[in-house]
């Protein structure tokens, strides 16, 4: 059956150039001081903000708006007491067998191994699952561009977090299949990318990095 389409005006804020101009300055200046944290203070945060970064998430554009996304939320101590240690056992694999000479090397700039506090020390855990297709009464269904769509949600979740003042870190212990198993996930959903959230510890240290500059990555024509 044809689906009917329905458009609604669009009620887009125009605003002047100026105020445009300073609003992206804000922003980007905001955003240039967010950095992965891989040392987090106990502290829990106010579920409010994690409620409305992960509604921010949720607006994210997807292929045909199928919104292919689940974002769990992790608290109970006991239960990221296990996604530590199961996490923690592929990452010493990864490191000490899966992990390229190259990789390694392209590593150790960031101080990390296979131990993750972080995971148990985080007042919060989000766990992103990509779902690859959906069940409608049994009939798998398609959904489109997930990894695109999901990674676009995934930067909007990370920057509502960082305006809010919340720290995160993009954590990928793969294969992450155990995320299934512990969070009770089915099938068609794969776990993409495990943030732990909270504020930094007082002592917390970043890696000295830096960013390509603007006429490094963009082309214009
Ligand atoms: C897809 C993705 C996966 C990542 N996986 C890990 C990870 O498993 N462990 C880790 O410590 N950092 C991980 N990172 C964080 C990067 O190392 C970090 O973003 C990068 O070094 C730049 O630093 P910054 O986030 O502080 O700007 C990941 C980042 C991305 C985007």
Redo the contacts with the bound molecule.
């Keep these: 059956m044809k689906k009917t389409n329905i458009f609604i005006p669009y009620e887009f804020n125009r605003c002047p150039e100026d105020e445009m101009c300073e609003r992206s300055r804000k922003f980007y200046k905001t955003m240039k001081t967010?950095?992965?944290v891989?040392a987090f203070s106990t502290e829990p945060v106010p579920d409010e903000v994690i409620e409305n970064a992960i509604r921010t998430a949720g607006t994210a554009p997807s292929g045909a708006n199928k919104q292919p996304w689940v974002f769990c939320v992790i608290k109970d101590p006991a239960l990221k007491r296990k996604i530590r240690a199961a996490a923690e056992k592929e990452e010493r694999l990864n490191y000490e067998r899966r992990f390229t000479e190259e990789w390694l090397d392209d590593l150790e700039q960031?101080g990390?191994n296979f131990v993750k506090e972080y995971i148990e020390h985080a007042p919060v855990l989000i766990v992103i699952f990509k779902e690859n297709y959906r069940l409608d009464n049994g009939e798998k269904k398609k959904n489109y561009y997930v990894n695109e769509s999901v990674g676009i949600a995934t930067g909007f979740l990370i920057a509502a977090l960082h305006c809010a003042g919340i720290a995160t870190?993009?954590?990928?212990?793969n294969p992450m299949k155990f995320l299934n198993t512990l969070l009770d996930r089915p099938a068609n959903e794969v776990p993409v990318?495990l943030i732990p959230a909270g504020y930094p510890s007082d002592d917390c240290k970043?890696?000295d990095?830096s960013r390509k500059s603007l006429d490094t990555i963009m082309k214009i024509y």
């Excluded at 870190?169 to 212990?173: F, I, M, N, R, S």
Aim: aromatic share 6%; glycine share 0%; hydrophobic share 35%.
């Design positions: 967010r950095r992965s891989r960031f990390t870190l993009t954590h990928t212990p990318v970043v890696p990095i």
